[in-house]
């Protein structure tokens, strides 16, 4: 069945550097996609998102990339804080009714 | 403040009892979702809800009961028949139709023993 993955379930950056997260999606169908963040213990927040008719979007220093080709998203976040420690989760649609399928996701670990 | 509101943050019960988890949004949105989450994974789909007095089963709906009587609540019940009712419980709520993004409560970890 379709299905969201990520490559690395964990990744540790040094503060200031650029964080990169890898997203790898199976339904070719999917026109929307979102990166949530997750602190430890609350609900996801909404980060960015992205339909399918681009393939760049860029917010306050993150950005998102979307290869259909490839069928892959990524979230970049520069200059990366202590504050951005969570995990992050993408999420496509490609059912009906508004659904959401969630990938796995991958903790991003910040060392000062 | 617009939101969506989870209570309690934590609840224990002992197995073979049945408990109901409270959500409740003020953000004026028709849909209203409830997710499960376990450790180190993501959100599985258990119920949701498009429009008040309907709603229909996720992916995991086994185990579990939901209402939907008013446009503003959405509460979920874990029943003696869900056989791992242990985990993190996220409540979400939409605009239905036009808007995919969803919107998260802070949770409610359930912890049955």
């Known amino acids: 069945g379709e299905s969201v993955g990520l490559h690395l379930p964990t990744l540790s950056v040094q503060e200031g550097d650029n964080s990169i997260i890898n997203c790898a999606y199976s339904?070719?169908?999917?026109?929307?996609f979102i990166w949530y963040k997750q602190e430890s213990g609350k609900g996801p927040q909404f980060i960015i998102d992205?339909?399918?008719?681009?393939d760049k979007r860029q917010g306050q220093r993150v950005t998102v990339l979307l290869n259909k080709t490839v069928k892959h998203l990524s979230l970049q976040i520069a200059a990366t804080q202590p504050g951005d420690s969570a995990v992050y989760f993408c999420a496509e649609t490609g059912r009906a009714g508004n659904m959401l399928t969630f990938g796995g996701g991958t903790r991003l670990m910040v060392k000062p | 403040d617009g939101g969506i509101t989870q209570s309690p943050k934590y609840l224990f019960r002992k197995e073979g009892q049945n408990v109901t988890l409270s959500c409740e949004q003020n953000l004026n949105h028709d849909a209203m979702y409830w997710y499960r989450q376990d450790p180190g994974q993501g959100l599985r789909l258990i119920y949701y809800?498009?429009?008040?007095?309907?709603?229909q089963k996720g992916d995991i709906a086994e185990g579990y009961s939901v209402s939907r009587e008013k446009k503003e609540s959405f509460p979920l019940t874990v029943t003696s028949a869900q056989k791992n009712p242990t985990a993190f419980y996220l409540c979400?709520?939409?605009?239905?139709?036009?808007?995919?993004?969803?919107?998260f409560g802070p949770g409610t970890r359930l912890t049955v023993t």
């Open positions: 992205i339909r399918s008719n681009m």
């Open positions: 809800s498009q429009i008040v007095n309907d709603f």
């Open positions: 339904n070719s169908a999917s026109d929307y």
């Open positions: 979400a709520s939409s605009m239905a139709a036009s808007s995919y993004e969803q919107y």
